[in-house]
């Protein structure tokens, strides 16, 4: 179970950056992500691992890997390559320009369903018992605290952040932001 709180603990400062970026502290804000963020996977590791199993049919096994690829990709896409790395997690501040394109002309919070994607392919893959109960409480917590972000803090970092809240969904991806989100794609891809 302690596996299970840590995780939450490094869920909960990972977002405390989003504090820091506002306040514009210096060199907090990498020190701050990569403990929480390497508490959250040091604890998913351990719980993948744990000694107590339930048996997965092979082929749901097999789909698990395939999700877990395909949602692993997505997140790192999402949260390293599509967002400015430099200016979101490592110099002082925050960004100086909101990102509406690839995976944010989709949802305004792409590293969610990703996150989702992956935890419940984990469950597929490692039969953990343990996986069991981390998997929804960490979604939760996704979720959580990315409306408190959506709320109080990119409204504040980030100008304009009020029209792409109405032109975006937050979660889950709706006609129109599959279209922005394919012409995002042609453009980036002729601009290549």
């Not at 999700?67 to 390293?80: G, K, W």
């Not at 599509?82 to 944010?104: A, C, M, S």
Request: charged share 10%; glycine share 8%; net charge positive.
């Amino acid at each position: 179970m302690n596996n299970i709180g840590l995780g939450a603990i490094g869920f909960l400062i990972i977002h405390v950056s989003d504090y820091i970026s506002l306040k514009r502290i210096s060199l907090l804000k990498p020190i701050v992500w990569l403990l929480g963020g390497g508490m959250l996977a040091y604890s998913i590791f351990k719980l993948c691992f744990t000694i107590a199993k339930y048996s997965v049919p092979w082929w749901l096994a097999a789909l698990g890997w395939v999700l877990l690829i395909l949602s692993l990709c997505a997140l790192l896409y999402a949260l390293f390559i599509n967002l400015p790395f430099n200016k979101t997690y490592v110099k002082r501040g925050v960004g100086d320009k909101l990102i509406k394109t690839g995976f944010y002309a989709l949802v305004r919070h792409p590293g969610v369903p990703a996150f989702a994607i992956m935890m419940i392919s984990l469950l597929l893959v490692s039969g953990s018992q343990q996986l069991v109960i981390a998997v929804p409480l960490y979604i939760l917590m996704d979720i959580v605290l990315v409306i408190l972000q959506d709320k109080f803090y990119f409204p504040k970092m980030f100008p304009g952040y009020g029209s792409y809240q109405q032109e975006t969904p937050m979660l889950v991806p709706n006609r129109q932001s599959i279209r922005a989100f394919i012409q995002s794609v042609r453009r980036s891809a002729t601009n290549s």
